[in-house]
């Protein structure tokens, strides 16, 4: 049993690495376009709000 858990330790050296890279490499250009997905989203509803509250005074 111990010795199982000291093979399973040396199998995962170095895992949280490439977790850490793989993640930074598919989360960051995922979180880039979601930034300019979201300002362009956010405009259009402020424009949407924007003619909703000039709409009646016109």
Do not use: D, H
Request: hydrophobic share 55%; aromatic share 14%.
């Amino acid at each position: 049993m111990n010795r199982f858990r000291r093979q399973r330790r040396r199998f995962r050296r170095g895992l949280s690495t490439m977790e850490v890279a793989l993640a930074t490499g598919i989360m960051l250009p995922f979180a880039i376009a979601l930034f300019f997905v979201a300002k362009q989203a956010c405009g259009r509803l402020f424009q949407i709000i924007q003619s909703l509250v000039v709409w009646p005074y016109l």
